[in-house]
């Protein structure tokens, strides 16, 4: 169940027609959080968005993760594609 659980990340798929209204609005409701946007390569009329919890982070879900499984970070490969997936 995730009652009462934070919400560490939404995804959002948006018409570009309207999406700078909408994340406009997202910006100024919710400041805390982070809000990215990029065109969709396919679909330029596509606008995908992320709208992210300043507690969403990569050490702290790898340190769940691990946790959760019971092992070291010694024992668990990782891999991404760029230096920001670094941990």
Request: hydrophobic share 45%; net charge negative; charged share 20%.
């Amino acid at each position: 169940t995730l009652e009462g659980a934070e919400i560490l990340k939404v995804g959002l798929v948006l018409d570009r027609s309207e999406s700078d209204e909408v994340l406009r609005a997202v910006r100024a409701g919710l400041p805390e959080l982070t809000v990215s946007q990029a065109a969709g390569a396919a679909h330029p009329e596509i606008m995908f968005a992320n709208i992210t919890s300043p507690s969403a982070l990569r050490d702290h879900a790898f340190s769940y993760i691990t946790g959760h499984y019971g092992v070291r970070a010694a024992e668990v490969a990782a891999f991404g594609d760029s230096e920001s997936d670094m941990v």
